[in-house]
């Protein structure tokens, strides 16, 4: 049994995750396995990015897949979390190893043109979608 915030099969890499979850039939065991990288790698943006590659691989559309890049967007526009209100400079949070703030236009659309190049058209065009909306 896995409880929230405790990986349930020890720290999953972005490699691991993404392997397994190519791997895995079951949404839902996806979506805990995707969890369960998040708590492990929570500095990690690009594990937004592979996670969308994953649902496109097994047959998302282009609405589940922005849904879950904006999340992975906003997730990295503020590293302090939505939590944080307070009208102030958020790139001074620190969350896990991002110390430089928040992720840039620019590196989401380099994830972007990286999954255009190995064939994930779907997920390149939401995540172009979501950082329009959110950055």
């Given at each position: 049994?896995?409880?929230?915030?405790?990986?349930?099969?020890?720290?999953?890499?972005?490699?691991?995750?993404?392997?397994?979850?190519?791997?895995?039939?079951?949404?839902?065991?996806?979506?805990?396995?995707f969890a369960d990288a998040r708590?492990?790698?929570?500095?990690?943006?690009?594990?937004?990015?592979?996670?969308?590659?994953?649902?496109?691989?097994?047959?998302?559309?282009?609405?589940?897949?922005?849904?879950?890049?904006?999340?992975?967007?906003?997730?990295?526009?503020?590293?302090?979390?939505?939590?944080?209100?307070?009208?102030?400079?958020?790139?001074?949070?620190?969350?896990?190893?991002?110390?430089?703030g928040p992720v840039s236009k620019?590196?989401?659309?380099?994830?972007?043109?990286?999954?255009?190049?190995?064939?994930?058209?779907?997920?390149?065009?939401?995540?172009?979608?979501?950082?329009?909306?959110?950055?």
């Amino acid at each position: 049994m896995s409880f929230a915030g405790t990986p349930h099969s020890g720290p999953l890499s972005p490699a691991d995750f993404y392997v397994q979850a190519l791997a895995e039939a079951d949404a839902g065991k996806r979506r805990r396995m995707f969890a369960d990288a998040r708590q492990s790698n929570p500095a990690s943006y690009q594990l937004w990015v592979k996670a969308a590659e994953v649902e496109e691989h097994w047959g998302a559309d282009q609405t589940k897949l922005k849904d879950l890049l904006s999340r992975g967007v906003t997730v990295f526009k503020n590293p302090g979390g939505t939590h944080c209100t307070a009208n102030h400079d958020h790139s001074t949070h620190s969350v896990s190893g991002i110390a430089d703030g928040p992720v840039s236009k620019d590196i989401w659309l380099h994830e972007a043109s990286a999954a255009e190049k190995i064939g994930k058209g779907k997920t390149a065009a939401a995540l172009h979608e979501a950082v329009g909306e959110v950055l």
